[in-house]
């Protein structure tokens, strides 16, 4: 007489523990990733700061090209650009790079020297003809 012996039957997946296991190492993974990528408010400022910067020099460049003055407008919650056609201001819309934004962190408290009347937008016009270099700074920094 011929006895059949069944082998151990072969498991297939994962255990719970394991799946757990895999589970806590993707959260410690991706906690480490998003806190190395996050900026602090003085980052985010700065980054937003310079990207103003920069943008300040396209539209300034964007007198120069279209012959006409260009603006750069701001309030507490963003800034845009502008174009003077026609004895009258316009929102520059042709141009992705000087769309609308918001600031990284807003409302902004927003200054000027000469100062400007309280409540009322900042703006900076740019000329076709040349003008000295000008700045951005951290008011912070300078009066700390």
Same mark, same amino acid.
């Given at each position: 007489m011929t006895h059949l012996v069944s082998s151990p039957k072969r498991q297939r997946g994962f255990t719970l523990l394991e799946l757990l296991v895999v589970l806590v190492i993707i959260g410690i993974m991706l906690g480490a990733v998003s806190f190395g990528t996050m900026q602090s408010s003085r980052q985010q400022l700065q980054t937003d700061a310079q990207r103003i910067a920069l943008l300040m020099q396209l539209v300034r460049e964007e007198a120069i090209v279209r012959n006409s003055p260009t603006a750069f407008e701001a309030n507490q919650n963003g800034y845009y &650009?502008?174009? +003077? /056609? =026609? /004895? *009258?201001?316009? %929102?520059? /819309?042709?141009? =992705? #790079?000087?769309?609308? +934004? =918001? &600031?990284? %962190?807003?409302? #902004? *408290?927003?200054?000027?020297?000469?100062?400007? +009347?309280?409540?009322?937008?900042? %703006?900076?016009?740019?000329? +076709?003809?040349w003008m000295e270099d000008w700045r951005l700074f951290d008011a912070e920094r300078s009066l700390g």
């Open positions: &650009f502008l174009i +003077r /056609n =026609e /004895n *009258k201001w316009e %929102r520059i /819309n042709d141009v =992705e #790079m000087l769309r609308e +934004r =918001e &600031f990284v %962190r807003s409302p #902004m *408290k927003l200054s000027m020297t000469p100062a400007v +009347r309280s409540g009322a937008g900042l %703006r900076i016009v740019f000329f +076709r003809q």
